[in-house]
């Protein structure tokens, strides 16, 4: 019987492509630098970010004062687009996901979500009505550690057998993404039963955004899949 379920968060519980994004591409175009003069830093420092090394609004600053374009102004306007994309996603869910959550809920199951995120995106997670919903936020930029690294998956056990006041052990979680960061394998290789989250996917694969082919998760069909929110509810008994 599963007795916690973790989620993985962008693409699973909230999609960014639901929302005009505002990505890399934008930000070097609004600051008026070059997109590879931009990218020589903001692509290398994805990782710092993703654990808390440093902060997107720390480099958004630094390539701006290293490329002479630094205005209080300009540096508040482009933050500011950044966490109103964020925070669209959070406004956009699949109607499904809350109803889902309340049914586990009801059946007495922990949830946990586990995810790789910014300085920003773990504001966001945490301001937000969704995170009500969760037993623990187990946030790569918090912990220091992310996904595929098998201690983050360590991390959140402990976290939600503290909650539960018992030991919860791999076996006896679910963990549910839609593929991204190795995910899927490195939960299965930790112990959990691992589904794929595919409702996102099918979603974005129909958007008229050019290369969305290349951006989102493909079908992995090593693992279960869950077409819909709801599905995961018939997940809840391990065979």
Not at 119 to 142: G, Q, R
Not at 188 to 193: N, Q
Not at 214 to 239: G, H, N, W
């Amino acid at each position: 019987m599963v007795k916690a379920v973790f989620f993985d968060m962008y693409e699973t519980l909230v999609s960014l492509y639901k929302v005009e994004p505002y990505l890399g591409f934008h930000i070097s175009r609004d600051m008026g630098v070059p997109e590879p003069v931009f990218r020589k830093v903001w692509d290398p420092s994805e990782a710092e970010r993703t654990v808390g090394k440093s902060t997107t609004e720390g480099i958004i600053e630094r390539i701006m004062r290293e490329n002479g374009v630094y205005s209080k102004e300009l540096y508040d306007k482009i933050i500011a687009k950044r966490y109103a994309s964020q925070r669209g996603a959070f406004a956009k869910l699949n109607g499904e996901i809350i109803p889902m959550l309340e049914a586990l809920k009801k059946r007495g199951i922990k949830l946990g979500v586990i995810s790789n995120c910014f300085s920003e995106e773990t504001m966001i997670i945490k301001e937000s009505a969704l995170a009500a919903h969760f037993d623990v936020l187990c946030l790569s930029y918090d912990l220091g550690v992310c996904k595929p690294d098998a201690r983050i998956f360590e991390k959140a056990l402990d976290n939600i057998s503290c909650v539960s006041g018992s030991k919860i052990l791999p076996e006896d979680c679910l963990f549910v993404g839609d593929g991204g960061s190795s995910e899927l394998q490195s939960s299965s290789s930790f112990g959990m039963k691992a589904v794929q989250a595919v409702w996102y996917i099918n979603e974005s694969l129909k958007l008229p955004i050019p290369g969305i082919e290349s951006k989102v998760s493909k079908i992995m069909p090593d693992f279960p899949q869950a077409e819909t929110p709801m599905e995961i509810l018939k997940y809840l008994e391990r065979s």
